[in-house]
């Protein structure tokens, strides 16, 4: 099943006539409200009349960038200034009628605003309050500044990376923020669990969701080694192979794969060899394997390679950028890419990596301009017209529409 396989006008959304108040900023949060604005939720994103600093990330076209609309299309945009009793005041009105509150500020801000869950939840007693953070909202490390770089190092994400590039001993620095998308993601699978607990308990709750613990639920292997002695691979048992002409993933995962790669590579006779054919020795003897193989892979294309591992069930790949992943024609069938616009605009953004069948769960069509939405919003919570420009500070300022 495709997105292209059915109507997503005539299917309904997950989260239609959900309201978010969405506080976060950067990556993690909005990541998390991205993925409800997908799934038909009215994601209300607050901002400072300046808007938060990612709408300065490139690529930026005619003052908008694509980096930012990648992770907040679909959302209605509200200017209010935290830091006056007018705009506090909005908050709370909302609230009433607000399901979900996502808001990623370090522990503490939100209590000062007297925004916090505790605050809040007496005036909706079903509101579910989800607080981001770099350590968890209480704690030693609690009020600790944090981002992504900084949690991989703290997670032991980094160190245990490089326990893998045999040689090195320097960290790396990885610029691709694994514990901002993990986090918003783990934040959106707990909004959802207490959402379907409301059904029931008809209250809501708050959740705390933490990068550090976030991130170190990658460390699956790592976090028994630390445990218990496990002794280490002469080479890492997943890794690039040479061919002629580049290099090629090989996932030699289970005893079928590796009877078919040695099928591949022309030694049969390995499957019962005894440096290989227990799977305790095989670890002990692993570069010699991988030697044996590349041995083979270094003398055909990557091709060839890729078509003889695939001709027997190997799973393998060869190294791509993203832009030729993002050209491969399973993208486009499983519709993975949306083309959305600003006022920049157009550009593709990817739609949530699920389908269902019975909704819809693609991107919005457009991206809001700041402040949008921001007088729609003042008149619902009762400002007269007169309130609301000496709010804004505009007079004739109109709802949009």
């Not at 994400?157 to 990885?174: E, F």
């Amino acid at each position: 099943m495709t997105v292209a396989e059915h109507d997503e006008d005539n299917l309904t959304k997950s989260f239609q006539g959900l309201r978010v108040l969405d506080f976060s900023t950067t990556i993690a949060g909005p990541h998390c409200t991205r993925m409800l604005a997908d799934m038909g939720a009215e994601v209300i994103k607050i901002e400072t009349a300046e808007g938060e600093t990612m709408r300065t990330r490139p690529p930026v076209r005619n003052m908008c960038s694509t980096a930012f609309g990648q992770l907040n299309i679909g959302k209605n945009s509200l200017v209010l200034d935290l830091k006056s009793p007018e705009g506090i005041e909005v908050v709370r009105r909302l609230v009433a009628s607000t399901d979900v509150l996502v808001e990623n500020f370090r522990p503490g801000v939100m209590r000062r605003l007297k925004l916090d869950y505790d605050s809040l939840q007496a005036l909706n007693p079903k509101l579910i309050y989800c607080s981001i953070s770099g350590y968890g909202q209480t704690g030693p490390s609690a009020e600790l500044p944090a981002y992504a770089p900084v949690i991989h190092a703290a997670s032991g994400y980094d160190m245990a990376h490089l326990a893998y590039q045999p040689g090195r001993s320097r960290p790396d620095y990885c610029g691709i923020y694994h514990a901002d998308v993990l986090t918003g993601v783990y934040a959106f699978g707990a909004i959802a669990a207490a959402l379907y607990q409301r059904h029931g308990a008809q209250r809501g709750q708050h959740i705390d969701v933490s990068m550090l613990e976030s991130m170190l639920s990658l460390t699956l292997n790592e976090l028994q080694w630390s445990q218990f002695e496990v002794k280490p691979t002469q080479r890492p048992m997943f890794g690039p192979i040479a061919t002629a002409d580049g290099y090629v993933m090989v996932a030699v995962a289970s005893e079928k794969t590796f009877q078919s790669l040695m099928k591949v590579i022309g030694h049969p006779e390995w499957v019962t060899d005894p440096r290989f054919a227990v799977y305790a020795d095989r670890r002990d003897n692993w570069a010699d394997l991988m030697n044996g193989v590349e041995a083979w892979s270094q003398s055909v294309t990557t091709e060839k390679c890729l078509a003889a591992l695939n001709g027997e069930g190997v799973p393998s790949s060869a190294y791509r950028t993203v832009n030729e992943a993002l050209s491969d024609p399973q993208i486009a069938h499983r519709g993975a890419l949306a083309e959305v616009q600003d006022g920049g605009g157009t550009f593709k953004v990817l739609n949530l990596p699920f389908r269902m069948s019975g909704a819809s769960v693609v991107a919005a069509k457009r991206m809001a301009t700041l402040g949008e939405h921001t007088v729609a919003y003042l008149r619902e919570t009762g400002l007269s017209d007169d309130e609301i420009a000496a709010f804004t500070g505009k007079r004739r300022m109109t709802a949009p529409g």
